[in-house]
């Protein structure tokens, strides 16, 4: 059984930074997903890792966010710069179903709030 558990979200002006992490327990080596799902907004892939560290972001963060992960930890963060608005939302980790090329499983964390406001 996989479990994942997210932190970091909270309340910061527009600019700012946070840094979400993903604490992953079960069988933990594996692609991992950031995504985030504002109110009445499908949830949308934001970055994804491989176990080996690839990385891939969606258009409206790169340059902005980074996402990285520690093996050791099974941890994997989302560091978020320059946030704007828009970037206000439930943010939620995924484990991945395979390890090098990332798609989506059912394991899910219970989701960070993350707001930025203007």
């Known amino acids: 059984q996989v479990q994942l558990v997210e932190s970091g979200g909270g309340l910061v002006q527009a600019g700012g930074s946070l840094r979400l992490s993903c604490v992953a327990s079960?069988?933990?080596?594996?692609?991992m997903g950031w995504y985030r799902q504002a109110p009445g907004k499908q949830r949308e892939l934001v970055a994804s890792?491989?176990?080996?560290?690839?990385?891939n972001y969606a258009d409206s963060v790169k340059g902005r966010f980074t996402i990285s992960r520690d093996n050791a930890k099974n941890t994997v963060y989302l560091q978020m710069n320059s946030l704007k608005p828009e970037d206000t939302a439930v943010y939620y980790c995924n484990r991945g179903l395979y390890t090098s090329n990332y798609f989506p499983s059912d394991y899910w964390g219970q989701g960070t709030q993350v707001t930025v406001s203007s």
């Open positions: 079960g069988r933990t080596i594996a692609a």
């Open positions: 890792i491989s176990s080996g560290g690839n990385t």
